[in-house]
């Protein structure tokens, strides 16, 4: 039998639930299918909430990264069911396409690509009960090999590293959907908290090109490497006064949309800086899940306010495009070998760190 390396989780808790493993059976491609060598794979929030369960009702305090007392194990993935263990997590993955299974395109063979993150039942694509998460509903990136229908890869044309390309796959594409489920368009002004983190970071970039203004809000450690990707200002991550930081630095205090990854305690006063019609998307709450929500704002502003989690099709191949292209680039903070995939997890949630973190097999 054929084996690889992999990181393998073992169950819902503590760092010490992720196992590395030497002698893990190397996948093989089925029908349909490709079978990738892993280059890199980025680290993401799901990664480390999975693992924690702190996707479960019965957490409300901000992610730390440590296993939560009161997660049940019922509903602590993202999609609110249990997933099977052991699992090798990893979304991110930029690799390269060694073989295929039967009625795969063989002309895959040998290219570099990036994974679609989102795993379908292909004939009923736009069902959202029946999606999953690659590294969650099936193995993921975190070992030397990975297979995948050959509908969820892409082959990428790029001078960009692979560790490069690993930082886009669940943070841009998330960021993408943000943007999308806002509908922001050219003259929009979008509230960015947590600007420094993958999708933050992303979300400066792409409001950026669709021609409308990011006003990114982080650490005052990392204003510079933030103000490098032309947010049109940067704030604390948080001001004293939200509505008179913003007016000082854009000339009004309000903006038209908030896309959201933080939650927690400033969660009302973002709110109450939405200008009348504007919106609200959230893809996160790092910072908390339970914030306190005054009806009266939302409905006396005439606000809308999106849920942003599953993307749809053909998103992810528009984000291989925008890279192709230049028009988005990669902010890599970190690498980290496979067999130090805890000091990367420790390092990602001690959120020191601007843009993505990423682990090389």
């Known amino acids: 039998m054929a084996v690889m390396c992999a990181v393998v989780l073992t169950g819902h808790?503590?760092?010490d639930k992720l196992v590395y493993r030497d002698d893990w059976p190397k996948p093989k491609a089925g029908p349909g299918e490709v079978l990738v060598k892993v280059l890199a794979c980025g680290l993401n929030n799901t990664d480390v909430n999975t693992r924690s369960a702190w996707y479960s009702k019965g957490v409300s305090d901000a992610t730390t990264g440590e296993g939560f007392d009161g997660a049940e194990d019922d509903d602590a993935s993202w999609g609110g069911a249990p997933i099977t263990f052991p699992r090798i997590q990893g979304a991110d993955v930029c690799g390269r396409v060694e073989a295929v299974g039967a009625g795969a395109d063989a002309g895959l063979i040998g290219k570099r690509v990036m994974i679609d993150t989102w795993l379908r039942d292909w004939g009923d694509p736009l069902n959202l009960d029946k999606t999953g998460y690659f590294g969650s509903e099936c193995d993921g990136g975190f070992a030397e090999y990975t297979k995948v229908d050959q509908r969820q890869v892409h082959p990428v044309t790029s001078d960009l590293g692979d560790a490069e390309l690993a930082t886009?796959?669940?943070?841009?594409?998330?960021?993408?959907n943000m943007l999308n489920r806002a509908n922001v368009g050219k003259g929009d002004i979008v509230l960015v908290p947590g600007a420094s983190g993958g999708v933050g970071s992303?979300?400066?970039?792409?409001?950026?090109?669709?021609?409308?203004r990011a006003v990114a809000m982080c650490g005052e450690d990392k204003a510079d490497a933030v103000r490098a990707l032309s947010p049109a200002a940067v704030l604390p991550r948080s001001p004293h006064n939200l509505k008179a930081a913003l007016k000082d630095a854009i000339g009004r205090d309000t903006v038209t949309v908030v896309a959201d990854v933080v939650g927690g305690a400033l969660w009302p006063e973002m709110i109450g800086v939405i200008a009348r019609g504007g919106g609200y998307t959230c893809a996160g709450a790092i910072a908390g899940p339970i914030v306190e929500f005054d009806l009266r704002t939302f409905y006396l502003r005439d606000l809308t306010?999106?849920?942003?989690?599953?993307?749809?099709?053909?998103?992810?191949?528009d984000l291989v495009g925008y890279i192709e292209r230049g028009e988005i680039r990669p902010v890599l903070a970190e690498t980290f070998p496979l067999t130090k995939l805890h000091d990367a997890?420790?390092?990602?949630?001690?959120?020191?760190?601007?843009?993505?973190?990423?682990v090389v097999p």
């Open 345 to 358: 997890q420790t390092a990602f949630i001690a959120k020191k760190h601007v843009g993505n973190i990423v």
């Open 202 to 212: 992303a979300l400066v970039q792409l409001t950026n090109r669709r021609q409308a």
């Open 13 to 15: 808790g503590g760092m």
């Open 168 to 176: 886009f796959a669940t943070s841009s594409i998330t960021a993408e």
């Open 305 to 317: 306010f999106t849920g942003a989690t599953i993307v749809a099709p053909g998103v992810f191949a």
